[in-house]
């Protein structure tokens, strides 16, 4: 009888030892699919539509809505001052995109500066478009900014640079069909309203043969991590303006890759962007500039981004018109 009792409660107990095994599980899990998902995910059938590969849709304005772009047209001739958070984007990513315009445009593609017209969409400030202009394209940057239109043309003709810029935005472009034999459109893929509609705009002003040329962020959770929580949530190591980014707008290499068939652009490539120092010690190093003790330009100095084969945060890519 003791016995039996004994058994049971041990029995009890190895059940309960059990359940709560289970439920710690559960919870861990639920934890995972929280990050990825945020409850306005739920709600919203875009990003799960175009997560289980139904292509992209527009996204929904409660999504976009989230998204700070006003903060381009604030910034006016801060784009070039080298001790401002964007700056940085100029010292440690274009470096990497140049060498891959380079490379993969100019040696492999065989495409002629000299010869072929360029368009940077959603140029800002001009940092890649005055890049493209000293490569030799005969070149011209569109930009919804008003403010940052002024700021790239006033800094281009400072430095005798032959660039024409006009305002206006993706998903109307102000140009005629087949007028460019290279578009740029880096870091802005992820910003703006209508994705399908840039990237159908993209492909009627380039001429056949041309190359679309980009770089955007992949929407993963270590994505999440990196380019929304450090970079943008979280005090101790943030260094750019929240809502700068807003992750649900990231666009998986897949979905780039059914967008550009979906308008008669043939994907050629991708690859993954990092930087070239280890991860604690960006940590340590984004840490110091969120205290104060580092400026802006003392952390460009010491980061650059380089090639990667892993896309799981930014990537840059390439397709040629049909
Ligand atoms: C992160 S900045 C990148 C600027 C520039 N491409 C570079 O890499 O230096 C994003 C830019 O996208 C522009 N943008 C936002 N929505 C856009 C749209 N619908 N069409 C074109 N550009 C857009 C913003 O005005 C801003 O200049």
């Known amino acids: 009888m003791i016995f039996a009792e004994l058994g049971q409660v041990k029995n009890s107990k190895y059940k309960n030892a059990q359940r709560a095994r289970k439920s710690f599980w559960i919870r861990r899990l639920m934890r995972n699919v929280k990050m990825k998902f945020s409850r306005h995910d739920y709600l919203n059938l875009d990003i799960v539509v175009s997560t289980i590969g139904y292509g992209m849709r527009k996204i929904s304005q409660a999504i976009y809505g989230r998204m ?4 381009y047209s604030a910034l006016g001739n801060q784009w070039w001052q080298p001790d401002s958070a964007f700056y940085q984007m100029k010292v440690f990513l274009n470096p990497v995109r140049v060498g891959y315009v380079k490379r993969k445009l100019i040696e492999e593609t065989r495409i002629d500066p000299k010869t072929t017209a360029a368009l940077d969409v959603g140029c800002g400030g001009g940092f890649l478009t005055e890049e493209i202009a000293r490569m030799g394209f005969d070149t011209t940057g569109v930009d919804p900014s008003a403010r940052s239109i002024e700021a790239a043309a006033a800094h281009a003709r400072e430095n005798g640079l032959n660039v024409r810029y006009r305002t206006g935005v993706g998903e109307s472009l102000p140009f005629e069909d087949r007028s460019f034999g290279v578009v740029f459109c880096c870091d802005v893929l992820e910003h703006v309203r209508d ?128």
């Open 68 to 71: 700070d772009n006003a903060v």
């Open 195 to 322: 994705l399908p509609k840039v990237v159908s705009e993209i492909s009627r002003v380039l001429k056949p043969g041309g190359v679309f040329c980009y770089d955007t962020l992949n929407r993963t959770w270590v994505s999440r991590l990196a380019a929304i929580k450090i970079s943008q949530d979280w005090k101790p190591w943030a260094y750019m303006p929240p809502n700068l980014h807003v992750w649900e707008m990231f666009i998986k290499p897949g979905e780039m890759k059914s967008l550009l068939r979906q308008n008669g652009l043939e994907w050629k490539d991708h690859r993954g962007l990092k930087p070239d120092i280890p991860i604690p010690r960006l940590l340590g190093y984004l840490r110091k500039r969120a205290r104060g003790e580092w400026t802006y330009a003392e952390l460009a100095a010491k980061v650059r981004m380089v090639e990667s084969r892993v896309t799981a945060v930014m990537y840059m890519g390439l397709a040629v018109k049909e």
